[in-house]
């Protein structure tokens, strides 16, 4: 059979397809039926692309190494957890015998390819630059195309970062034009300008003008991509005859706010958000017997349909069409119209540069996705997955393990796991706290005593840690804390596999493993002296490292749920977080990690009123130790001074409110207007304190 769309580039598992293959060929030479492109730019879906970035804290080098891992792991840019990929820009360089026989192009052509990157091998030396934006990212590299793959020219004359992004669209434009007629009202639910422009204008041509349409798009930055309200309704006024900002997160509020400007329900509904209440929003406002159009199967198609049968509502829904070679052609015609709107949307992006503030909705996002459970550890990140992963793996070899990371992170969980899927699960596992053990006696703790062997002994003896953990697991806990000499006694242990007790005179064996964490690396401690290098290494075979909550954000709501779920049983409540709440636990940096947030839902049950834990439950225990840090001490300042400067102690108090103002508000727009003062004031007097 001719491979017309790359069968023969699968690696694992074989008898697959690309697009649903976990791994495939990326080498540079192609075969007969294949085309090599250079690719100069990526444009993501935008919830890989969301997804991505609020795993990596919109940390950019992590954002790079994250999208060049997922990369060089599957050949591809598949993203396992959104399970959906984008599409690409670049030059063609070489083609096969048969591709080029069948082929309008030629070797220098700059090319659009809208098949989606789930399923064409890619290759990428380095990201060169990310474009918040539009979710686009500039690359060296190069991609393996197919017969069947859709590749046009590039459009001239039209930038390349809102073409693609109209592309990744083109599936639904050309369907809704054709069901659409003149005389409708017609409502776009905007996840960003620049969509609802694409959507505005091809029905406005479609339709000669004759149609009213109404934008409803959700009050928040991302949505708006950092312009103001009065800017985004500047951009959109030529094919929007009214752009509403609403909470789209509280469906029935935004309804009343909507139907109360409009008084009357429109005929086809248009939803390009996938933010959880953009759904019941699109099936309230629609007319019974009106249409609905769901541009992804991510923004809740099946939700409205399931929330329109409740409501005895009877509504016309579509999903999104497969792409097709009209809809190219169709697609940069409308561009070509809104070329100068789109253009203005450019220098608006351009002003004000890229966006990275990480905001309720992206966190708001997270919610569609499920989570996983292994044994007790609930996660939702691809950063957990892995270490997950990891550890499965690790807890089949019988060798010595360190755990890394923060007070909090879960390392106990982590050994949880290693014990219950290891060949010694039916044994002991043994947790010792090595920073409570004094040192005088350490010794007779990890390796017990005789009858007698000093004053005080018990008198039958004592077993120490290492006999009660013989054949299963000891873990040693915060092992940094051991002196120099208990680690020596330790690490003879461990070569020999034998000890003896004090005032023993026969040598004892042992089997066991040690699983050993600390909060501080290891290796940081050997390098400063204070951890024996040789135990290091012998402790050393399999390390692994356990990521802050900060850097696996999207673990934050299962947790907090899972906690909040516990308590609720504890207690015999049925308390719930609302989508803001989880907004502000989803924004908080936790420094005290897992161990912190479990502590912060437990006071949120317990001080909140209703059944709703609200935005203002959740920021007043979040933002207990902001107040606390922002109350001006006077005698602690001028303790042991014999004079101050009036001037010291107001720029004092003034950095500490900018500080508190930005931690509590996670932007400066918002902490200007918490503080009553312009965004221009605040950002100065922020690079005044260099904060």
């Known amino acids: 059979m001719e491979d017309r769309f790359g069968i023969s580039r699968v690696i694992e598992p074989k008898g697959s397809t690309p697009v649903t293959a976990w791994k495939l060929d990326n ?56 399970n959906s990929g984008g599409m690409f820009y670049g030059i063609l360089e070489e083609m096969g015998s048969e591709f080029q026989k069948r082929s309008n192009h030629k070797a220098g052509d700059s090319v659009l390819v809208c098949a989606t990157l789930t399923g064409i091998p890619l290759c990428l030396r380095q990201i060169k630059e990310i474009d918040y934006n539009y979710g686009d990212i500039v690359v060296e590299g190069h991609a393996i195309v197919f017969q069947a793959s859709p590749i ?8 390349i970062n809102y073409t693609l992004a109209a592309l990744d669209e083109a599936s639904t434009f050309e369907t809704i034009s054709e069901t659409v007629y003149k005389g409708m009202k017609i409502m776009i639910i905007g996840k960003d300008i620049v969509t609802t422009l694409f959507y505005a204008g091809s029905l406005k041509h479609a339709l000669e003008n004759d149609v009213r349409i109404l934008a409803v798009m959700d009050a928040d930055q991302a949505s708006l991509g950092m312009l103001s309200e ?19 997160g509280k469906p029935l509020d935004a309804f009343e706010r909507i139907y109360e400007e409009e008084r009357s329900l429109v005929d086809v509904t248009i939803n390009t958000e996938d933010l959880p209440g953009s759904e019941t929003l699109t099936v309230l406002m629609t007319v019974c017997g009106g249409k609905i159009f769901f541009t992804s ?25 497969q792409y097709s070679d009209s809809y190219f052609e169709y697609t940069v015609s409308n561009l070509r119209r809104m070329k100068d709107e789109l253009e203005q949307v450019d220098q608006f992006y351009e002003k004000l540069g890229n966006s990275r503030d990480l905001t309720e909705k992206k966190a708001r996002n997270l919610l569609l996705k499920k989570s996983e459970k292994i044994d007790d550890f609930v996660f939702q990140s691809p950063a957990t997955r892995a270490v997950i992963d990891d550890v499965l793996n690790i807890a089949g070899y019988d060798c010595n393990v360190i755990i890394q990371g923060e007070t909090g992170v879960g390392k106990e969980k ?13 044994q002991p596992c043994i947790k010792i706290n090595c920073a409570t053990i004094q040192e005088n006696l350490a010794e007779s703790e990890f390796f017990g005593y005789e009858a007698g062997a000093f004053t005080g002994a018990q008198a039958s003896g004592k077993k120490g840690y290492f006999e009660l953990a013989n054949h299963g697991i000891l873990f040693l806990d915060e092992i940094g804390q051991l002196s120099l000499n208990m680690q020596s006694k330790l690490l003879r242990v461990l070569q ?30 050997v390098d400063q002296g204070k951890f024996r290098e040789d135990l290091y290494y012998r402790l050393n075979i399999c390390t692994i490292d356990v990521p802050p909550l900060r850097e696996r954000r999207e673990d934050i709501y299962v947790l907090a749920d899972a906690f909040l779920a516990s308590y609720n049983k504890k207690y015999g409540l049925e308390k719930a977080f609302s989508p803001t709440a989880i907004g502000r636990l989803y924004k908080y940096d936790w420094p005290g990690n897992v161990r912190e947030l479990e502590n912060a839902v437990h006071r949120m049950v317990i001080s909140s009123r209703g059944n709703v834990i609200g935005e203002e439950d959740a920021d007043s225990v979040i933002n207990e130790r902001l107040y606390d840090d922002v109350v001006f001490d006077m005698k602690k300042i001028l303790k042991g001074k014999q004079n101050f400067s009036f001037g010291e102690i107001i720029a004092a108090q003034e950095k500490r409110l900018i500080e508190y103002a930005l931690k509590k508000e996670g932007s400066t727009r918002k902490a200007a207007a918490f503080l009553n003062m312009t965004q221009a004031q605040l950002s100065r007097k922020k690079l005044k304190y260099d904060l």
């Open 27 to 82: 080498s540079r030479a192609i075969s007969e039926n294949e085309a090599r492109i250079k690719v100069e730019r990526l444009h993501i879906e935008r919830d890989s692309f969301q997804q991505i970035c609020s795993e990596c804290a919109y940390d950019k080098a992590k954002i790079m190494a994250r999208i060049m891992d997922i990369v060089e792991r599957r050949g591809k840019l598949h993203n396992p957890f959104t």
């Open 152 to 159: 046009h020219q590039r459009p001239k004359g039209l930038s």
């Open 230 to 248: 009065e800017e985004a309704g500047q951009l959109l006024a030529h094919y929007v005859d009214k752009l509403i900002i609403t909470d789209i």
């Open 297 to 321: 199967l991510e923004n809740g198609y099946s939700t409205a349909i399931l929330i329109a049968e409740g409501m005895a509502k009877k509504l016309e829904a579509y999903s999104p069409d």
């Open 414 to 426: 982590i050994l949880g796991l290693l014990h219950k899927n290891s060949v010694r699960s039916s």
């Open 496 to 525: 020999e596999n034998q000890f003896f007790r004090i005032g023993g005179t026969k040598q004892l064996s042992v089997n066991v493993r040690v699983i050993c964490a600390n909060n501080i690396p290891l290796k940081k401690l």
